[in-house]
């Protein structure tokens, strides 16, 4: 009788360890299963926070890379236009272009392009990434403003295109020597026909580090591109030139 009560208790026993075992398997499966929804959740939740904030910064450094670029764009354009309109340029490009005409072996002109070169050296010089003006009378004869052994090539910028622009800007780059050109041509105030055009030569430098300058947490990358798909400005060193990836 003792011995079968005693295997009766072993029995026992046995089958409440057996149920404390799926009890606590059970248990651990579910903390697992929770564990597992809890971090889905919170990676979900993280990484839509992190794109919501990178988009956010991402925005905030483009805007203020694309203010740079276009302050410094429009610094020159600015300059271009206060050569277009100046009095003395306006009269002297007019001189060069009657003696031209009426005395076509005159080549010097030397009086009128110091008159010129004069009255806008100072307005060049005030910018710090201009190599050089260079201004064209109707029939070439050139004011040089600046260093004048450096100069640009673009060689599918021709004086037709220029014209055709009626007084609006054209920009090229030159890899070669790393600057970039605003071209214009110069109108009349009196009757906005042509009187001749100018170039002005910047350096490349004088865009890119515009855009390095810009902070960035996310290791953002900035590039100017021209028609060809070409880098001519970037936030990023030894770039200029190479094709867009």
Not at 134 to 142: A, C, K, M, Q, Y
Request: proline letters at 2%.
């Amino acid at each position: 009788m003792r011995r079968r009560d005693k295997l009766k208790q072993t029995g026992v026993l046995k089958t409440n360890g057996s149920l404390m075992n799926k009890i606590f398997k059970v248990y651990m499966l579910l903390m697992f299963v929770s564990c597992v929804v809890l971090m889905v959740v919170f990676g979900i939740r993280f990484s839509s926070v992190y794109n919501s904030q990178a988009r956010s910064h991402m925005n905030d450094v483009t805007v203020a890379a694309e203010t740079g670029l276009e302050e410094r764009i429009s610094q020159i354009d600015q300059l271009s236009v206060s050569i277009l309109i100046n009095n003395s340029v306006q009269k002297n490009l007019k001189e060069i272009n009657y003696q031209t005409l009426v005395n076509p072996e005159n080549t010097s002109f030397q009086t009128e392009k110091a008159a010129i070169s004069s009255e806008i050296r100072g307005s060049v010089f005030n910018v710090p990434g201009i190599v050089s003006a260079r201004i064209f009378s109707l029939d070439n004869v050139e004011i040089v403003i600046g260093t004048s052994g450096k100069r640009i090539k673009a060689d599918d910028i021709t004086k037709e295109k220029i014209y055709d622009q009626n007084g609006g800007t054209l920009w090229a780059d030159d890899e070669e020597n790393g600057m970039i050109g605003l071209y214009r041509a110069i109108l009349s105030v009196d009757d906005f026909k042509p009187i001749g055009y100018m170039i002005i030569e910047c350096k490349n430098s004088y865009f890119s580090e515009k855009l390095q300058s810009v902070p960035s947490t996310y290791k953002n990358r900035f590039y100017l591109l021209n028609n060809d798909m070409d880098i001519i400005v970037s936030s990023e060193k030894n770039m200029y030139g190479n094709s867009f990836p």
